[in-house]
Structures are given as structure tokens and as C-alpha cells.
């Protein structure tokens, strides 16, 4: 299967520390990739450096064989990468909608703005009901969603979710995980940055662990679960995050 993106040996270093060491991560078409770790181990400077937000001292990050390494975010954007950064990134002034459709206003592809907008509402149809409502009404639930819809607007290939499910409702939890399926079935890549193993979904293809800025462990959620040294990783994950 074809690999949308390849990131190698990646090292960062912030403030003159070295945050990420030796990332590796593949994702495919389709996949739900997980990467898991307690806060501080390097999820988001993972993903912001995807994103081209943050340098990398090392290493290699390819999008379908082509580098993206030092490219403008606007440039990875372009691409076919679409990112939903940790908390709320709604805008309060504008209503639902407006948000959704922001990025069909910013960014043209192939496909029509409309075209767009209905696979985002397709993901959560949920969306539908409240369509007016004003960003500065929404539960934080809903927030989550209209953030990732408005990522999906951009019609990307790959979605970077970082901490899809912290701090919502455990009623809420179910949806955006029904949401996630949805957007895999549109045959675009997910991956997802997450401090709780335990709100990972059962159906993602692939988990890697990262403790440190490093990665500690590559395999399905079974293979994770069978590790007595990783889950004890994990346990102390849970703890911090609970
Ligand atoms: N701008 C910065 N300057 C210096 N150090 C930073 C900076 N941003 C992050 N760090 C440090 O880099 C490390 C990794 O942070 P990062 O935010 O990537 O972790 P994370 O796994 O996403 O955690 P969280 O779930 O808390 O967001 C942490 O030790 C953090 O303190």
C-alpha cells in the first residue's frame, strides 16, 4: 500500500534540548496511526514539525515520496495535510458554519468548495442541526468537532489530530471515535496524537509509543497490550492524564 507519509530519524531540539530523537512514523491511506505518550514526551512537537510549523535538526519527513522537510506550512497544507492542533482553534465570532467553510474560501483544490463541506458534515452529521449557532456556544464536544471538520474542509489526505479526545464528556467520546471510522472510510490517513491509551480506539491499525522524545514501541493495540515494560509506560500515562 502506498505510504502518504514517511517521517525517519527525526531529531528536534527546543530551547537547546533535544525533544525528538530518532522519530520514525509511516502512515497509509485508510490507517489510523496512534501516537501515544504522557504530556511532555513530544506528540505535538511531532505533528508541528510534520506540519512545518517547528524545524527539525535531523532526519526525514516525506509526503508520497516526495521530502517536505523545511517546507512552509502553508506549502504541507497545499499538499494534502490537514492538522487539528490540541484545544479549541474555533472561532467564537463566526457561526458553525462559517468555520466549516472557512477553508474552501482559503485553499482551492480540484474537488468544489460544496463537495467539501458535504464530506466534512458527512464525518458529523451532528453539525447539521446546529449549523448557526455561534462558535462561543458550542460545548466543548462540539468544538472538537467543528474543529475537525473544518480540517477535513480542506479535503486533505492526511488528518494530524492532536489530542482528539481531552477534556470532552465521556457521551461525547463514542461520537468523535464514529467520526474518526467515517474519516478513515473517506480513505484519508488519520494520525492521531493521544496522552490517554485508554481513549484510543480499538480500530487503529497501528500504535507507536513515545516516551522522551523517543519512540519505544511500534505495533497493533493487542501487541501494546501484551507488553508488560510498555503498559507500565502507558499506566504511568494513564495517571498523568486521569
Ligand atoms: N517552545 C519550546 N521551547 C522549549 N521547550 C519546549 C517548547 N515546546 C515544547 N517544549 C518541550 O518539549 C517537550 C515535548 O513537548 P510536546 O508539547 O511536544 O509534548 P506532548 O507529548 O505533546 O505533551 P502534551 O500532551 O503535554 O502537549 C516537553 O518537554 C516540552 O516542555
Known amino acids: 500500500m502506498n505510504t502518504l507519509l514517511d517521517v525517519k530519524n527525526l531529531h528536534v531540539q527546543l ?25 511532555g514526551a513530544g506528540k505535538t512537537t511531532t505533528l508541528r514539525t510534520i506540519m512545518g510549523y517547528q524545524a527539525a535538526q535531523r532526519g526525514e519527513i516525506h509526503w508520497k515520496g516526495q521530502s ?5 506550512t502553508h506549502s504541507v497544507a497545499a499538499l494534502g495535510l490537514g ?11 463566526l457561526t458553525v458554519e462559517d468555520n466549516i467553510a472557512l477553508p474552501t474560501w482559503t485553499r482551492k483544490t480540484d474537488k468544489p468548495a460544496a463537495e467539501r463541506i458535504e464530506a466534512a458534515y458527512a464525518v458529523f452529521p451532528k453539525l447539521l442541526t446546529y449549523l448557526h449557532r455561534g462558535g462561543h456556544q458550542l460545548s466543548g464536544g462540539e468544538r472538537k468537532m ?3 471538520a473544518r ?5 486533505p489526505e492526511l488528518l494530524l489530530l492532536d489530542e482528539a479526545f481531552e477534556g470532552l464528556s465521556p457521551a461525547i467520546l463514542p461520537v468523535i471515535s464514529d467520526g474518526l471510522k ?16 485508554y481513549h484510543l480506539p480499538r480500530f487503529a491499525d497501528r ?14 493495540l493487542d501487541e501494546v497490550e501484551r507488553d508488560a515494560a510498555v503498559m507500565k509506560i502507558i499506566k504511568g500515562v494513564d495517571e498523568v492524564a486521569a
Open 15 to 39: 530551547a537547546g534540548n533535544e525533544v525528538l530523537r530518532e522519530v520514525s512514523i509511516a502512515v497509509q491511506p485508510g490507517k489510523l496511526v496512534c501516537l501515544v505518550g504522557r504530556n
Open 68 to 72: 517536505i522537510m523545511g517546507m512552509p
Open 83 to 93: 492538522y487539528t492542533p490540541e484545544g479549541s482553534d474555533v472561532f467564537g465570532d
Open 146 to 148: 467543528v474543529s475537525i
Open 151 to 155: 480540517a477535513l474542509a480542506l479535503d
Open 182 to 197: 467515517r474519516i478513515l472510510a473517506q480513505n484519508r490517513g488519520v494520525l492521531l496524537a493521544e496522552s490517554n491509551f
Open 207 to 220: 500504535i507507536y509509543v513515545i516516551e522522551r522524545g523517543e519512540i519505544v514501541f511500534a505495533g497493533t
